[in-house]
């Protein structure tokens, strides 16, 4: 039984991959650039950053990678308070 439902999840995710690597755009061909071509011309105007990436980061998508910062933090707080039990109990 346990076969059969490991064969069909691989074939599942073999047929998501084979339609995720059909239908994604070719590499360096993006459909539409206006949005890339508004940052590079407003990025330091409106948010007075000379790094066009760095703007983008921490401006336009503050929220987001606030959001980011708090999960990786959480992640590395986890992490060493199961750390630190596993050692206190190992001695």
Known sequence: MNKY???????IVFIF????ATYMHPFGEPE???????MIENA???TGANNVVTSVVFDYRGYDTLGEATVLF??????LVVY?????GGE
């Open 74 to 79: 959480t992640a590395v707080m986890g992490v």
């Open 32 to 38: 539409n650039q206006d949005m890339d071509q508004y």
């Open 44 to 46: 330091q105007n409106e």
């Open 17 to 20: 991959m084979f339609l995720t």
């Open 5 to 11: 439902v490991a064969a069909i999840a691989l074939i």
């Open 84 to 88: 630190k039990k596993t050692r206190k």
